[in-house]
């Protein structure tokens, strides 16, 4: 088979490891220093970004993609995944009492406790603190987020629209990233990812840095291409479980973060009550 027909070929997750072993002499040298880190221990990957990553091989997050890219991945995340299920023990799943609903139901309430817990004993409050004085100060606040962290920016946006703030969230990828780069010195932008390295949301804070405006974030990694643009960054994250491989944990605690910003700002914001009532006085014209 040869080297393009490897690299087009289906990869299952039980060998992926194998695929970087065999292309290890087809690695440039910063490339095979990233794939040493990988493979000598590739369950701490799972709770690293790619900023972290190319520090600890010496090299640069560009070249943690590329090793990626020639090995047929997309990028990163899709290394951390395939190194995220490799790592699920293969009789995980069928063992009767993870089958079973009541246990599985109650394993994933059981770690959204504990990572919001361990949140709660390792959040940064002077962090937060900042990220709300930037908030307070901002002319205009525009949110940045796609994926699951779309979810998040749509209800924050409600939100603190709600206290009087002057504050826009966007889906389109297109219109978020217009928008950022219209901004003006005295606006901000906030970002929300899990991993501080998607695309679009990058896209988005490189355009508002770039008009002069302010940026900060909420995200789970301290080291990550999205914190290396921000002014203020708050870092809330969780270690995904054996049964999620995806930012399921993390999302909850981000929105639990923002939860406690809104409560912060209700508080700071001047003339808040007049905005509470007049929301209220809406929602009462949609309810019995």
Known sequence: MTDKAVKSAPLSHSDIRQLIRSHLLTFSPAERRVADVVLSDSLELL??????????????????????????????????????????????????????????????????????????????????????????????????????????????????????????????????????????EADLLFAISHTGSTFETLAAARAAKASGAKVVALTSFTRSPLTELCDRTIIAGSAETRIRVEAVTSRLVHLAVLDALHIILKRQVPDVERYLQATADVLAEHRF
């Open 47 to 184: 709770d690293t970004s790619v900023t972290e990553l190319a520090e600890r091989a010496n090299t640069s997050a560009a070249s943690v993609v590329r090793m990626c890219t020639s090995i047929g991945l997309r990028g990163y995340q899709e290394l951390k995944t395939r190194l995220a299920l490799e790592h699920i023990p293969v009789t995980h799943l069928d063992s009767d009492s993870e089958r079973d609903g009541h246990n599985l139901t109650t394993t994933i309430l059981r770690d959204f406790a504990a990572a919001l817990r361990d949140t709660a004993s390792t959040l940064d409050m002077e962090s937060v603190n900042e990220v709300v004085a930037e908030i307070l100060s901002a002319q205009r606040i525009q949110l940045a987020a796609v994926g699951t962290s779309a979810m998040l920016a749509s209800d924050c946006a409600y939100r603190l629209s709600t206290l009087g703030l002057n504050v826009t969230y966007v889906a389109d990828v297109h219109a978020q990233h217009i928008q950022a780069r219209m901004l003006r």
